[in-house]
């Protein structure tokens, strides 16, 4: 394989990068197609954090993360708070900035947040925090939804986080979810592609809405802008990855360029991450692996129906007990549409909708499903904060990887069967593997109706009683 990355969506098809990319087509977005990352998925919050927490220790130059959902009871596994992170990297000399989301009063029940109040302000007086802060509001209902941690931002060690992972303690799941915690995905990328994830904590950063605001900023560094990099990480592994934005028309207006990039009319907004699901979708030839907090838009549903009727093997796995939205949802004639198309595809014999539920001495209990990733054919999965809902398609700012490397898929198509039926997958293809998790999801299902415990946590859902 070519060690130098290549710089542009479109790559050459005699290349040997085209090759291991592939028959899914990537998408034109503000960032390129770039070869040579290493690429590392966490799967759940405590193994995330676990990792992240070391890569903070090992960070010898700067700190930079973006956070929409954030609470104070969110502790690191050795008892540390965020703040306590921070601070702590501050005293070694870093450079730490964080992005925190702003809630408008149309957002502000959406959950958590650190939204920079009287009483915020007063706390990171009383403690004395020297990292940076910049405030960033979304449009009316909408949110800043990226959550992501750039460490040694242009220096050789730089290493990002993209994932949907909040900083609450409810997200700190554990692999098996005996403790009751989410489920939630994080991956790791060093290498080229970590550059984009630099521009783009950049672009915020100089563009963050409340800048100008007396309460906007915290910190000397919270009034300064930032420089956009001018070179992009050199190769470390041989994974293809595009990182892939959703942001709103008139959100952004400085199209500087990545390095190796061209110039981006971001004016306009991006819709990379809903181009290439579709793309995605539309490509696969075995299986569609879907893990997603909500249900895919009809459009997206109607595309799986497409895939199904091709044959393909579809798992989409939910939380198994709905949110108040979604049940709220149910009951409103305009959203009809949105359980149509999935009762649809739940005709198929080939498609399954799960859940996960852990069995423990005094019945079960629900794991929520928090992640946002798919996995296609074991060659191609992205990773990142989008939800396949309206907000997150249509006015949240999302960041997602997207990787094609079916060695790195594969096995983490592996971990997460390992842990969601408990079974080693590894001897099995894609398909086999999808028709495994459909038998022990329906397995699940009919025991727990006869009170009897099945291996795996996963269970089949029905799609016309989901939310009612």
Not at 161 to 173: E, I
Not at 227 to 242: H, I, K, N, W, Y
Not at 345 to 362: C, I, P, S, T, Y
Request: hydrophobic share 40%; with cysteine; charged share 20%.
């Amino acid at each position: 394989m070519s060690q130098t990355p290549h710089i542009g969506p479109d790559l050459d098809p005699s290349s040997p990068d085209e090759e291991r990319r592939g028959y899914i087509p990537a998408v034109a977005g503000a960032y390129p197609v770039r070869a040579g990352n290493l690429v590392r998925p966490l799967v759940d919050g405590e193994p995330a954090f676990r990792r992240i927490a070391e890569a903070i220790e090992a960070a010898r130059h700067s700190i930079w993360l973006t956070v929409t959902f954030y609470a104070h009871d969110f502790q690191f596994a050795d008892g540390r708070s965020l703040f306590d992170m921070l601070d702590d990297a501050v005293a070694r000399g870093l450079d730490v900035r964080v992005l925190f989301w702003r809630p408008n009063p149309e957002s502000s029940r959406y959950g958590r947040a650190f939204p920079g109040t009287d009483d915020d302000r007063e706390l990171l007086r009383a403690r004395g925090a020297r990292f940076a802060i910049r405030w960033d509001r979304a449009g009316t209902a909408y949110c800043q939804h990226q959550k992501s941690w750039l460490l040694d931002a242009g220096h050789p060690t730089e290493t990002v986080f993209v994932g949907g992972v909040n900083l609450t303690a409810k997200a700190l799941g554990s692999p098996g979810h005996r403790d009751g915690g989410q489920h939630d995905i994080y991956v790791e990328v060093t290498g080229p592609s970590a550059t984009d994830v630099h521009h783009n904590f950049v672009q915020r950063w100089n563009e963050a809405s409340e800048r100008n605001c007396s309460d906007g900023t915290w910190g000397a560094a919270g009034v300064l802008s930032l420089p956009f990099p001018v070179r992009f990480s050199v190769p470390r592994g041989m994974s293809v990855v595009q990182i892939q934005r959703m942001v709103p028309p008139g959100r952004y207006g400085d199209g500087t360029a990545t390095p190796g990039g061209q110039p981006y009319a971001i004016q306009a907004g991006e819709r990379s991450i809903l181009e290439q699901y579709e793309r995605a979708i539309d490509a696969a030839r075995s299986t569609i692996y879907i893990e997603n907090q909500a249900l895919p838009v009809p459009a997206l549903a109607w595309r799986l129906g497409a895939a199904l009727q091709r044959g393909v093997q579809v798992v989409l796995l939910v939380p198994s007990e709905p949110e108040g939205w979604v049940r709220a949802a149910r009951r409103d004639p305009t959203r009809a549409g949105l359980f149509e198309a999935i009762e649809s595809l739940d005709q198929h014999e080939n498609f399954v909708l799960a859940g996960l539920r852990v069995a423990d001495g005094k019945g079960s209990h629900a794991v929520y499903v928090h992640a946002k990733i798919m996995l296609v054919d074991d060659a191609w999965a992205t990773i990142g904060s989008c939800n396949l809902h309206a907000n997150s398609l249509g006015g949240h700012v999302e960041l997602n990887a997207s990787i094609w490397d079916g060695t790195v898929v594969r096995a983490l198509r592996c971990e997460l069967l390992a842990e969601h039926l408990g079974q080693d997958t590894s001897a099995l293809d894609d398909c086999a593997a999808m028709r495994l998790y459909g038998e022990v999801a329906h397995a699940n299902r009919r025991g727990a109706a006869l009170g009897v415990g099945s291996p795996g946590i996963a269970i089949a859902l029905n799609a016309a009683d989901y939310g009612r």
